[in-house]
């Protein structure tokens, strides 16, 4: 009996075991897991338009779109004389916003990841002024990053701070602010959102309760683009990078239209945000509306259409295939938009903005896609926070202007409420400026005014093409003369004794006036500045930890 009783327990604690052991293996499934059984999908559902007064053909306050793409490359578009594969990929639908328009060729993001710069270009300000410094993730997924393998450099992880995060819903933009859709909506302004979100989950951070009438999209950082196994796609997966492998792992398909149960689109996400968006526009040609179009391309993970692979055979790398590919979606979809302003007629009267989030992302392993900046997203070298800073308005906007002074993403608040004859809020510091005014008057002497970054540890000024960065992980800085030294390869700091010491008390006084962050950061890994992933890591290659 005894035996009997002892074996039993002994086969129960293998079960046990082997059952702690398959959840263990297979732990970074859980957060999708519970994600679809809190939230089920449901199949695709038809959109609906609320449909504006039917156009007159007279011309009243400008229509304002702004396209935000995620991850790309300053290189990945045709613009600046480059494109994906030297060029194999060409964006003629984006390159026409610059033609038509205004080309600022030092657009800067709000951040060098995500969340950040999307919470600078919704309240043109520093998104460190409210405690949005960090981009919202779940905290498996920064245990594995605090986990992977990065070379001669590891990653810093504070699970000391655990404790003190809150749920992934509640890392939101807070009610506090005043985003450009509130501004505009108190103008008269129709608005609308598609895409990606990720300015908080919960119910009073969604975009109904950010001043958007209407939207479509999803919460989180990212989202498939097609189901894994769909005839029409054709993915690229990553088993050398973490962050690839928690995506395959926990994505949806899947988008929510005005708070409603999730449902499968019909179509690649691309090409069904960008029809979507095309609807949109139909739907308000005869009142003043703001659209702010976010497509989830090229983020990971890597999947395109087998239509546009097909298109791209003269790429022989499978992945960089793929990637093109994405990008040649992207610029369908600006096309989409374009050709429905066209169609409506309204083009002439609607000011057109595009940018991307931050740089290219040194995980997806390509080494020209920031050429030539040095840097990745998440780090705050040129590469990481380089942006296109494309804008039209056919009525306003001489075809062809180029500026070299910056524009940046706070800056996109202060244009839109210009374009809208909005004043701008008086109760708290506004940190961006007019592009309208700027590109007005093109040779005027550049406006006297600070650009600054921070990221826990981490911090960065710019003013007057002199760039300071300075870090505690590692203990460095850095100190580049922008003006004859874009690429940041001498750097300064050394020599330039008393300029490092007045920008290090003008980036200390900046400091002072960041709020303390919402969340804290629970991980640093290494971005090493001059190589990608795939290539081989020597303990003298220059690197910087991002906090997040």
């Known amino acids: 009996m005894i035996r009997t009783r002892t074996a039993w327990l002994a086969g129960a604690a293998l079960v046990v075991a082997a059952g702690l052991g398959a959840l263990y293996q297979y732990r970074i499934y859980i957060p999708g897991i519970i994600d679809r059984i809190s939230d089920p999908i449901a199949k695709n559902q038809p959109v609906v338009w609320e449909k504006g007064p039917?156009?007159?053909?007279?011309?009243?306050?400008?229509?304002?779109i702004v396209v935000l793409v995620d991850d790309l490359g300053i290189n990945d578009i045709s613009t600046f004389g480059g494109g994906v594969a030297d060029g194999a990929v060409q964006t003629p639908s984006i390159d026409a916003i610059a033609a038509e328009g205004a080309t600022f060729t030092s657009g800067y993001a709000g951040n060098a990841t995500c969340a950040p710069s999307r919470a600078a270009i919704m309240t043109g300000r520093f998104a460190t002024r409210f405690g949005f410094e960090f981009t919202p993730a779940p905290v498996p997924f920064h245990r594995l990053l605090g986990s992977f393998d990065y070379g001669p450099q590891q990653a810093v992880y504070h699970a000391d701070r655990e404790a003190d995060t809150i749920p992934l819903d509640d890392q939101g933009l807070p009610s506090e602010e005043i985003t450009v859709a509130e501004l505009l909506q108190q103008r008269g302004y129709r608005t609308l959102f598609l895409g990606k979100w990720h300015l908080g989950g919960a119910e009073k951070f969604r975009p109904h309760n950010q001043g958007f009438d209407e939207w479509l999209g999803f919460m989180p950082g990212a989202a498939m683009f097609l189901p894994k196994d769909h005839p029409d796609v054709v993915n690229s997966v990553h088993d050398f990078d973490p962050i690839d492998r928690f995506l395959w792992a926990n994505l949806t398909y899947a988008v929510s239209h005005n708070g409603g149960q999730r449902f499968h689109p019909d179509r690649y996400m691309t090409d069904y945000l960008a029809d979507q968006a095309v609807s949109a526009i139909e739907a308000n040609a005869g009142r003043p509306f703001f659209m702010y179009l976010a497509l989830n391309a090229p983020h990971t993970p890597l999947q395109a259409l087998k239509s546009d692979y097909d298109a791209l055979s003269g790429i022989a790398d499978h992945r960089l295939r793929v990637y093109g590919a994405m990008i040649r979606a992207v610029d369908r979809a600006v096309g989409k938009v374009e050709a429905a302003l066209d169609k409506a007629g309204i083009a002439d009267n609607t000011m057109v903005i595009f940018t991307s989030d931050n740089g290219g992302a040194s995980y997806i392993g390509?080494?020209?896609?920031?050429?030539?900046?040095?840097?990745?997203?998440?780090?705050?070298?040129?590469?990481?926070?380089r942006v296109p800073m494309l804008v039209s308005w056919p009525d306003r906007i001489p075809a062809g202007v180029v500026i070299d002074e910056p524009a940046a993403h706070v800056d996109i608040f202060a244009t839109a409420a210009a374009a809208a004859g909005a004043p701008l809020p008086t109760d708290r510091q506004i940190d961006g400026q007019d592009m309208l005014a700027r590109i007005a008057n093109p040779d005027a002497p550049p406006a006297d005014r600070a650009l600054f970054w921070r990221s826990d540890h981490y911090r960065v000024l710019l003013h007057k093409g002199w760039k300071l960065q300075v870090s505690e992980l590692p203990k460095k800085t850095w100190l580049f003369n922008l003006n004859e030294d874009p690429t940041e390869q001498v750097n300064l700091a050394e020599r330039e004794p008393a300029r490092l010491a007045a920008m290090r008390a003008a980036l200390d006084a900046l400091n002072a006036e960041q709020a303390t962050p919402i969340w804290p950061s629970l991980v640093a890994p290494p971005v090493y500045i001059d190589k990608n992933i795939l290539e081989e890591k020597t303990p003298e290659d220059e690197y910087v930890n991002w906090a997040n």
């Open 54 to 64: 039917t156009p007159t053909g007279e011309k009243g306050p400008p229509n304002i």
């Open 366 to 385: 390509f080494p020209d896609i920031n050429k030539p900046y040095r840097g990745w997203k998440a780090s705050f070298f040129e590469g990481g926070i």
